[in-house]
């Protein structure tokens, strides 16, 4: 099990940036997924963004492709997300997520295929 620790969320405007960050505890397998997640009050938690640690292949979920970029930091266990030009309805608690590999594409931003998570940081963009 590893232990994930998110930072940098915070409050904007409509257009403006943010970057989250996600520091794992430990050295995480070079074959897994790791991904970030939102959930918004009263609606069901979705992936954002995924990475395979193994060559850093990303993918994103269609609201935010353009707009957000996933990236990571080997040496520093670290994973990121760049989000720019941020609109209310990113409005969400952020979290960090790794996972095993994963098979399916369609698999890679489904919350119940990861495995460990971090509590989560806050992000709300306002208009």
């Known amino acids: 099990q590893v232990q994930l620790v998110e930072s940098g969320g915070g409050s904007v405007q409509a257009g403006g940036s943010l970057r989250l960050s996600c520091a794992a505890s430990r050295y995480t397998d070079r074959r897994n997924f790791m991904g970030w997640f939102r959930q918004a009050p009263g609606k069901e938690r979705e992936g954002v963004a995924a990475?395979?640690?193994?060559?850093?292949?990303?993918f994103y979920g269609d609201s935010v492709k353009g707009r957000f970029t996933i990236s990571q930091d080997n040496a520093k266990n670290t994973l990121y997300l760049q989000m720019n030009n941020l609109k209310p309805e990113d409005t969400a608690m952020y979290y960090c997520?790794?996972?095993?590999?994963?098979?399916?594409?369609?698999?890679?931003?489904?919350?119940?295929?990861?495995?460990?998570w971090g509590q989560g940081t806050q992000v709300t963009v306002s208009s």
């Open positions: 990475i395979y640690t193994g060559n850093g292949n990303t």
């Open positions: 997520a790794a996972g095993p590999y994963l098979a399916y594409s369609a698999w890679y931003l489904l919350p119940n295929k990861y495995n460990d």
